[in-house]
T-cell receptor
């Protein structure tokens, strides 16, 4: 089954304790992206990657890191989490075409609480 | 800066009624306008999309209406059902090669039985 898999799905942590949310896709997609979803703010892009070793900041990158060492994986790293990073996180992927029709496949989400 | 403005933030519709969600944009380079549907506990998934060369696209009970001159597009859900209760996001992307999607803030739809 074509899918984007995120782990963990739920996590409660404390301020300053480094954590990584993993994301893996099995569709051979070049493009991968991380979003956070907050009430009233919708989906805001954190980081994205157009291909292996190519990453770029989205709209809200502060406090986050990413890496793209393999095509299928795109982990999100919070080096020193803070309570304002409490949110619902989504990983998404798509093919990179030239038609302009960017059809994203999303993971099921990771709910993070930082105390 | 919100490039795609979506309204309302929440919507309650009775079963069988019409649900209407509106979006507006400023960037005239946008030429692909999808709607994503998100059920509780799930990630968003593509529902329906339109290009500006047509004013309307219909798929079952879901219709996108597009007004290029007003830079607005809307999602209409006819004969709304409780199973349509979800969060809906409009989005847009530009036409120059691969461009990332810009999302609206979402509308939480509740269809009452």
């Amino acid at each position: 089954e074509a899918q984007v898999t995120q782990n963990p799905r739920y996590l409660i942590t404390v301020t300053g304790k480094k954590l990584t949310v993993t994301c893996s896709q099995n569709m051979n997609h070049e493009y991968m992206s991380w979003y956070r979803q907050d009430p009233g703010l919708g989906l805001r892009q954190i980081y994205y990657s157009m291909n292996v070793e190519v990453t770029d900041k989205g709209d809200v990158p502060e406090g986050y890191k990413v890496s793209r060492k393999e095509k299928r994986n795109f982990p999100l790293i919070l080096e020193s989490p803070s309570p304002n990073q409490t949110s619902l996180y989504f990983c998404a992927s798509s093919l990179v075409g030239t038609s302009g029709a960017n059809v994203l496949t999303f993971g099921a989400g990771s709910r993070l609480t930082v105390l | 800066q919100q490039q795609v403005k979506q309204s309302p933030q929440s919507l309650i519709v009775q079963k069988g009624g019409i649900s209407i969600i509106n979006c507006a944009y400023e960037n005239t380079a946008f030429d692909y306008f999808p709607w994503y549907q998100q059920f509780p506990g799930k990630g968003p998934a593509l529902l329906i999309a339109i290009r500006p060369d047509v004013s309307e696209k219909k798929e079952g009970r879901f219709t996108i209406s597009f007004n290029k001159s007003a830079k607005q597009f809307s999602l209409h859900i006819m004969d709304s059902q409780p199973g349509d209760s979800a969060t809906y996001f409009c989005a847009a992307s530009a036409n120059t090669g691969f461009q990332k999607l810009v999302f609206g803030t979402g509308t939480r739809l509740l269809v009452s039985p």
